[in-house]
């Protein structure tokens, strides 16, 4: 399983943008996908997972009421939708994909990881 995150970018203070975890490959909707996120200096962070068919789902404190994840199975791609930005959530984002969601936080527990795209909030 081959995974491409897309729409990073620069964005203002308190703006939006929606993250995609596209992937390639075989049986992409027999896997759950994160979202995780690494500042410059700090370890990598969960943010979020998904389930295979929408459900569960997990969002973590820090984001929990300014993002939600989707997926698209016939498009074979997640979204991370983020409002509200803050100059903290300045980050490089990552997606990456395992069989199920239990343990999500753990980083070590994905076995498929994209090469991540930059978020940068400007104050």
């Known amino acids: 399983l081959h995974l491409v995150e897309s729409g990073g970018g620069l964005v203002q203070f308190g703006g939006s943008l929606r993250l995609s975890c596209t992937a390639s490959g075989w049986a992409f909707d027999y896997h759950a996908i994160g979202w995780f996120r690494q500042a410059p200096g700090k370890e990598r962070e969960g943010i979020s997972c998904?389930?295979?068919?929408?459900?569960?789902?997990y969002i973590g404190d820090s984001v929990k009421g300014r993002f939600t994840i989707s997926r698209d199975n016939a498009r074979n791609t997640v979204y991370l939708q983020m409002n509200s930005l803050d100059t903290e959530d300045t980050a490089v984002y990552y997606c990456?994909?395992?069989?199920?969601?239990?343990?999500?936080?753990?980083?070590?527990?994905?076995?498929?990881w994209g090469q991540g795209t930059q978020v940068t909030v400007a104050s």
């Open positions: 990456a994909a395992k069989d199920g969601c239990f343990g999500w936080t753990d980083r070590s527990s994905y076995s498929y």
């Open positions: 998904i389930g295979r068919s929408n459900v569960p789902i």
